[in-house]
């Protein structure tokens, strides 16, 4: 198929295209011939000289390979371009490689790290008191204002996540005891044990965004995708239509197998699992046995599956974008995984208040010792002091469908290559999203 003048020009605005744009048009064009049809030049040089060709003629000029520089990948109109296409706020610039993690924690304040056992406790109010609430509206709500009552009670129990993560990175007491106590308690409606999740988490902050190492969400690899159809079917359905929901494969896989815990770390991880099985065999039967097994589902099960909503869409949304990659070891930076590869977004105010602002997720990042309560104080700094290059969004349907439909199989070159692209035929439930998910930014 011959190349046309329009997608001539469009190859020489590269880097403005996606990259499998890029890639059709290269295709289509032979590298030195454009059939260019004359009565289409409208080029401001050319009209006057009309006349000295035939009308309705298509001439076939031979060009010279003269190589263009695409639009540089840094300009700020670049980045704006890509922001709007991603459903970003805002993308931030590459930070430089001279630039390291004490550099960025050591342009904070020191009253961001101060621990306020007033503000503390007054997350636990918060979270309790939603909790309640939420549990209340269940029980006196009709039907068709159930999924409503759900909603709230399940990012209110999101609240006790946020506390027990704070009591894990020892942010929350002076008292480390306390801290145990709070986290193991915490986590019991959830059914998550403490321990085992503490230790895979701090992985998480000491290798984020580092390919195979991150305990968080790794992109699919190559091999993993083609090794075998009805995994690749149950991969393309978990990194697409319930990817919001996969957090509860996470939780299952990852914290209840004592073999995946060093020798010094069995202990504590035994004693979270006594206290969530304990949970299960006293908590469950009373509820069952007050309000039955429809109450079970209400009262429990809903909001749980609220809560793993939030814990999968905040997880993929602080790290999961077509711009931010994974890197091998040897190529990885911390401060630049930390700064850049982390996104901040904002929620709705009654989901940040109940959260308790987990979503400003970037200075939990450059220091995880920062106070769930002093979050907004340190983006605020960080703001001033490496504004240019923070990630920021506000939560909306095209970022979620950029994520869902695009961040899929690891690229070196592209960071991510989307199912569909590599196996169409089985990519049914991307290409569903694709057609159903609103494009709102």
């Given at each position: 198929m011959a190349c046309t003048l329009a997608d001539?020009?469009?190859?020489?605005?590269?880097?403005?295209?996606?990259?499998?744009?890029?890639?059709?048009?290269?295709?289509?064009?032979?590298?030195?011939?454009?059939?260019?049809?004359?009565?289409?030049?409208?080029?401001?040089?050319?009209?006057?000289?009309?006349?000295?060709?035939?009308?309705?003629?298509?001439?076939?000029?031979?060009?010279?390979?003269?190589?263009?520089?695409?639009?540089?990948?840094?300009?700020?109109?670049?980045?704006?371009?890509?922001?709007?296409?991603y459903?970003?706020?805002?993308?931030?610039?590459?930070?430089?490689?001279?630039?390291?993690?004490?550099?960025?924690?050591?342009?904070?304040?020191?009253k961001v790290f101060e621990i306020d056992d007033v503000k503390a406790w007054k997350t636990v109010l918060i979270s309790a008191t939603s909790y309640a609430l939420g549990l209340f509206m269940i029980s006196k709500a009709p039907w068709y204002l159930l999924p409503l009552a759900w909603a709230w009670t399940g990012t209110a129990v999101t609240g006790f996540f946020v506390i027990g993560h704070d009591c894990a990175h020892k942010s929350f007491s002076t008292n480390k005891l306390v801290e145990d106590i709070v986290g193991t308690?915490?986590?019991?409606?959830?059914?998550?044990?403490y321990e085992p999740w503490r230790f895979k988490h701090d992985k998480h902050h000491a290798k984020t965004n580092m390919l195979n190492e991150d305990t968080a969400w790794n992109p699919v690899s190559k091999d993993e995708?083609?090794?075998?159809?009805?995994?690749?079917?149950a991969i393309i359905y978990g990194y697409g239509p319930i990817r919001c929901w996969m957090s509860v494969a996470h939780w299952l896989l990852l914290h209840f197998d004592l073999k995946k815990f060093r020798p010094n770390e069995v202990k504590r991880v035994k004693i979270s699992l006594a206290?969530?099985?304990?949970?299960?065999?006293?908590?469950?039967?009373?509820?069952?046995?007050?309000t039955g097994i429809m109450g079970w589902i209400k009262f429990w099960l809903m909001p749980w599956l609220g809560y793993h909503f939030w814990m999968s869409t905040f997880t993929m949304v602080h790290h999961t974008a077509p711009h931010i990659p994974f890197?091998?070891?040897?190529?990885?930076?911390?401060?630049?995984?930390?700064?850049?590869?982390?996104?901040h977004c904002d929620y709705p105010q009654w989901i940040e208040i109940l959260c308790h602002d987990i979503n400003v997720h970037i200075p939990h990042h450059i220091s995880p010792r920062i106070p769930s309560y002093n979050l907004r104080a340190a983006h605020k700094s960080l703001q001033e002091n490496w504004g240019k290059y923070l990630n920021e969004a506000s939560w909306n349907w095209r970022l979620m469908k950029t994520i869902m439909t695009v961040?899929?199989?690891?690229?070196?070159?592209?960071?991510?290559?989307?199912?569909?692209?590599?196996?169409?035929?089985?990519s049914q439930p991307i290409k569903f999203l694709k057609n159903v998910m609103p494009d709102y930014a």
């Open positions: 001539s020009l469009l190859l020489f605005k590269g880097s403005q295209q996606k990259p499998a744009l890029r890639r059709s048009i290269a295709a289509q064009c032979s590298p030195s011939i454009f059939n260019i049809k004359v009565d289409g030049l409208i080029h401001k040089g050319f009209r006057h000289q009309r006349h000295l060709i035939p009308r309705n003629k298509v001439a076939v000029i031979r060009a010279v390979a003269i190589p263009v520089e695409p639009a540089p990948a840094e300009s700020a109109e670049y980045r704006k371009q890509l922001a709007e296409s459903g970003f706020r805002k993308i931030g610039e590459d930070l430089p490689d001279n630039v390291t993690l004490k550099d960025v924690i050591s342009s904070l304040p020191k308690l915490a986590f019991l409606p959830l059914i998550y044990p995708f083609d090794s075998d159809p009805l995994l690749r079917k206290c969530v099985f304990a949970f299960i065999g006293i908590g469950w039967p009373l509820i069952i046995y007050k890197k091998d070891s040897e190529k990885w930076n911390a401060a630049q995984a930390q700064l850049n590869g982390t996104v961040c899929h199989v690891y690229d070196k070159e592209q960071n991510y290559v989307a199912f569909d692209e590599l196996a169409p035929e089985d």
